[in-house]
């Protein structure tokens, strides 16, 4: 199984359960690897599904936490200018209906 989940993907049901419990973990640690490593700053937004197949977003920066570093998220036109394309993205991706704007997850330390 493990094999298929390398070549393929993940079943849905546990693409969204490590997604809930492991995805900002995970953004975070390469967020930090790239800074320590490479000296590179990122913002990284996400979409998933949740376990009852609602479409998710998320907002990941953690550049504050890095030397003197600022928030991309709280620096920039989020609401106005990147959400609406982040969202219309997100959508087409994932087949979404329109019901109206997915829940945002933002996170940041």
Same mark, same amino acid.
């Given at each position: 199984?493990?094999?298929?989940?390398?070549?393929?993907?993940?079943?849905?049901?546990?693409?969204?359960?490590?997604?809930?419990?492991?995805?900002?973990?995970?953004?975070?640690?390469?967020?930090?690897?790239?800074?320590?490593?490479?000296?590179?700053?990122?913002?990284?937004?996400?979409? /998933?599904?949740?376990?009852?197949?609602?479409?998710?977003?998320?907002?990941?920066?953690?550049?504050?936490?890095?030397?003197?570093?600022?928030?991309?998220?709280?620096?920039?036109?989020?609401?106005?200018?990147?959400?609406?394309? /982040?969202?219309?993205?997100?959508?087409?991706?994932?087949?979404?209906?329109?019901?109206?704007?997915?829940?945002?997850?933002?996170?940041?330390?």
């Amino acid at each position: 199984m493990a094999e298929r989940w390398n070549n393929e993907a993940a079943p849905p049901d546990i693409q969204a359960e490590i997604a809930k419990s492991k995805g900002t973990d995970m953004i975070e640690h390469f967020a930090t690897e790239m800074f320590k490593t490479a000296g590179m700053r990122v913002c990284i937004l996400s979409a /998933w599904k949740d376990s009852q197949g609602k479409l998710m977003l998320g907002g990941h920066d953690f550049n504050e936490q890095f030397g003197d570093g600022e928030s991309f998220i709280k620096t920039r036109d989020w609401d106005s200018i990147i959400m609406p394309e /982040w969202v219309e993205y997100a959508g087409e991706q994932f087949d979404g209906e329109d019901d109206g704007e997915p829940p945002m997850v933002k996170s940041k330390k």
